[in-house]
């Protein structure tokens, strides 16, 4: 016998396995594996593309019954979502991007009055899910999207970071089976990026004060603290000009008047541009 392994970003929740042998048949039930290891990084969301339940964007081989979005009568065959937007960062970042599909496969009858209406249904429906498939795919660019960019080629979705300035998404629905139809009734994407923490110790700040500049930039600056040192009596501190590019920060003793000192900074945000 032989084996087939495959690794896969660990997130919280349940993973289900079934196996499946060189002629195509399927073990009889999934296996559950559980895990509550949660992320060593704290995430940010940058953005969230939610498609559902307008799914405005441009449709193949699909159509809308309510709020559900599912395969035509086309019979065996595939059908192409794509979203509605491109999503445009700005700058190239390397982000976390995550999604939320809930998606199944109705039995379709071939007495037209006794179908029931895929929008009625409270759960996803228990047909064989080798007869049928819907499959998240996108395409990245370090380009300005809304310039000439270079596309990458359509990448099946697999839970991860990417370094990217732009990305488009498209979900593909295959049946295998004339009488299966797939269906999605939730759709969304988020894309997040991890925090970045920036500091330097005993920066000297002469008189007239010193701007500090982050390298590269933030995206997004959420705080920024500074601590003194050799201080006396009656000395403050003033942080200006405060930015996703850096800041300013200048030393005054009791009198007001601009002094040399020693500093600690800290600076916390996310985005680390490429």
Known sequence: ATGTSYTTPLR????????VDRSGNYSPSFGLVSTGAASLESLN?????QESPTFSGVKTNLVIDGSVLEMDDTGLGTGIYEFSAISDLGDVYTSRISVLINAGGGAISNVMSSWASLASLSS???????SWEVKLQMSLTNDD????PTWSDWQDYIAGDFTFRAVKFRLVFITYDPNIKPFVLELAVTIDMPDRILGEDDVVVPIGGLTVSFTPPFKKKKAINVTGQ?????????????????????????????????????AKGYGRSI
Request: glycine share 8%; no cysteine.
């Open 145 to 148: 999207p809304s310039g000439t």
């Open 12 to 19: 919280i929740g349940t993973y289900l396995i079934r196996a």
């Open 45 to 49: 969301v940058v953005e969230t593309i």
């Open 230 to 266: 050799d201080l006396v009596s009656g000395d403050w501190w003033e942080i200006t000009a405060q930015s996703e590019s850096g800041f300013r920060v200048e030393f005054f003793n009791s009198s007001g008047a601009s002094v040399a000192r020693t500093m600690d900074w800290i």
């Open 124 to 130: 996803l429906s228990s047909v064989d899910p080798s």
